[in-house]
């Protein structure tokens, strides 16, 4: 793994079952801040993701029609934008999974037969690098 990434959770989504009952909506934890603790401990106890993952919670990514969304990024590389996640073992398996293979791509992309399936059918978008002018220049 050569450089560090960013993954940012949208602490805000919540599953269509949660959005559809009021009173399910005030009482529980969004489900995209149950996936953000799943994926905190899931790193805690991965000695290869120390120091190379940095999450972050973002607020609503405009992605609510397919939340729980989250979005994976690094320096120099694509970003990817992510949905239709949860907090279960098998998102939280699939997230990491891609994002190993991210921080091994030196562009950013993964080989297609490197991702997960759930992430292949489930990637929003897929942002090019930003400009080197533009970064550089900040
Ligand atoms: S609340 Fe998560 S994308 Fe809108």
Request: charged share 25%.
């Amino acid at each position: 793994m050569n450089k560090k990434a960013i993954l940012q959770i949208c602490s805000t989504c919540n599953s269509a079952a949660v959005k559809q009952n009021p009173e399910r909506l005030a009482t529980e934890c969004p489900e995209g801040e149950k996936l953000l603790t799943a994926i905190e401990a899931a790193i805690s106890s991965d000695a290869a993701m120390h120091g190379k993952l940095l999450v972050q919670p973002a607020r609503c990514m405009s992605g609510c029609q397919r939340s729980c969304v989250a979005a994976l990024m690094a320096d120099g590389k694509y970003q990817f934008v992510l949905g239709e996640l949860d907090s279960s073992a098998e998102r939280v398996d699939d997230l990491l999974s891609f994002a190993k293979s991210y921080l091994q791509a030196d562009d950013g992309l993964p080989q297609w037969r490197d991702r997960p399936e759930h992430i292949r059918k489930n990637t929003i978008a897929r942002l090019h690098p930003l400009p080197s002018q533009i970064s550089n220049e900040n």
